[in-house]
């Protein structure tokens, strides 16, 4: 997942309170468990069908007077939140470009990389869902996103820890740019531009019903590269600190790693905030994609220079390394199991890495290190604080996913109303994973259950009434003490 250019403890209280989820396992069959038989090849070859769509999603907003005119009308239908924080400043700037101005902006940047694709993607975060646009997909959509911010960023998750030097909200979302697959535009991007407080994420338009493995891609972007630039000074603290750990014991490996942090932290961070079925996710789209670009369904083992993401197989075996430093007593199986993953693809084949090959050995070796540093490294960036302290993954988690994946496999279509209180996002999408490897799933049905629970859970979102709430997290009280809930 690249991010625009657009180019290519604790004392700390989680979001995710270690409250054990009421009830039993639902009736039906159980859902995949590592180290059982799994559908990963069903997955990819749905990333691969969605991805070869090249669905367009809505046209571009490139007349300035009709832009304009839909633009004034849509105020009303963000939250308070974001008024006078995203949509004023961007009607604003608007008005003072002009039609003139506009439309040279849009000639400069024929292919929508640079500030014209930046402009033209805010404002289709607004009209999109101004006017509905796969109305059910797009709340769901947003749903994941505020969540998977709002377990780093609200003022629940970063007790201890000072608020982002940004002051950013959760980003907006909209569909498009099929051949880009999910990014954002990080706030840096959008208010050094646009002066907005917000950033923007975007999926492929097909994935609002087809290619389930993108979702699993989310936090990477809201989890990663959004929160990474919400903090200043974070990302070249922990490139420091990459570089530091593996200099002396990896030397040949050190400043490649380093230089590629924002990638290398981003995939950390996501998986941090959704657990083991981001890392597995995200290795099954990366096949998916692969696939559909004619590369076979399988992870890329080279590593040129000029990418900024490691190498597809090093990133796997960075997704491998950090779910074992995870806090859930399953972590060494869902460890052991995406490892296995990857060493399939490279198949006993050369890792070459800006054109020197690397051993199976030495790539493992050392993703753990880095998964390492960016885990428990306390940095200074945050008060002296981890990632790995401020979001991590518990039994609570994995409990409360296992019992959402049977329901989206075997109940109701509704979220389950004993689990409503509790459950995040994050739990759902990880749950409609653990669903989708699960033998004989059927995928379509099971992502348009996810898509409806997601909207359910979206709908009562507080940040999304006529409150002013930054995030959902932040509507939290804090109690003198904590009641203790038998399990049933």
């Known amino acids: 997942m690249s991010r625009p250019k657009k180019v290519p403890v604790s004392s700390l209280s989680p979001r995710r309170m ?54 004034s009308t849509a105020r009303d239908t963000l939250p308070g939140a974001y008024r006078d924080t995203f949509y004023q400043p961007l009607l604003n700037k608007l008005g003072e470009m002009g039609a003139t101005r506009f439309a040279q902006l849009l000639q400069q940047d024929p292919r929508r990389t640079g500030v014209a694709g930046l402009l033209l993607d805010a404002t289709h975060a607004v009209l999109q869902n101004a006017e509905r646009y796969e109305f059910l997909a797009t709340d769901a959509f947003q749903e994941v996103v505020s969540d998977l911010f709002d377990g780093f960023l609200s003022a629940e998750s970063r007790r201890g820890v000072s608020p982002p030097d940004q002051g950013i909200l959760p980003p907006l979302v909209k569909w498009g740019s099929p051949d880009s697959g999910p990014y954002t535009w990080p706030v840096d991007a959008t208010s050094s531009v646009l002066g907005l407080m917000a950033g923007v994420v975007s999926l492929p338009p097909a994935n609002a019903h087809q290619g389930l493995l993108a979702w699993a891609a989310l936090p990477h972007e809201a989890a990663g590269h959004d929160i990474l630039d919400a903090d200043s000074g974070l990302s070249a603290e922990l490139s420091n600190a990459v570089h530091d750990k593996l200099k002396d014991t990896y030397p040949s490996l050190a400043t490649y790693w380093a230089d590629r942090i924002d990638e290398t932290a981003a995939d950390v961070l996501g998986i941090l905030n ?17 696939a559909a670009w004619g590369g076979g369904p399988v992870l890329r083992r080279d590593g040129p220079s000029d990418d900024s993401h490691p190498a597809d197989v090093l990133r796997g075996y960075l997704a491998a390394a950090t779910v074992d430093k995870l806090l859930f007593t399953n972590r060494a199986h869902w460890a052991g199991f995406i490892e296995r993953e990857v060493d399939a693809d490279v198949n006993g084949q050369r890792i070459v890495v800006e054109g020197v090959s690397v051993s199976r050995e030495l790539a493992k070796h050392s993703a753990g290190a880095v998964a390492e540093v960016l885990v428990t490294h306390r940095a200074a960036a945050l008060e002296g604080h981890a990632l790995g302290q401020i979001q991590n993954w518990r039994d609570t988690d994995e409990a409360r996913v296992q019992r959402l994946a049977r329901g989206l496999l075997h109940g109701p279509p509704g979220l389950p109303t004993d689990l409503i209180e509790g459950t995040y996002a994050a739990h759902l999408v990880a749950a409609a994973m653990v669903s989708g490897l699960t033998p004989g799933a059927d995928l379509s049905a099971l992502q348009s259950r996810m898509l409806r629970q997601l909207k359910q859970m979206h709908d009562a979102n507080p940040v999304w009434s006529s409150l002013v709430v930054a995030y959902r997290g932040n509507a939290v009280p804090h109690r003198i003490y904590r009641p203790q809930r038998s399990a049933v």
């Open 18 to 71: 270690p409250a054990e989820p009421p009830g039993g396992p639902l009736d039906g069959p159980a859902v995949f468990s590592p180290g059982e038989p799994h559908n990963l090849p069903a997955l990819v070859e749905d990333a691969r069908d969605a991805a070869l769509m090249g669905e367009p999603g809505p046209r571009e907003p490139s007349n300035y007077q009709e832009l304009f005119s839909r633009l």
């Open 274 to 290: 959704m657990g083991p079925t981001s890392g597995i996710g995200l290795l099954g789209y990366f096949r998916g994609l692969n």
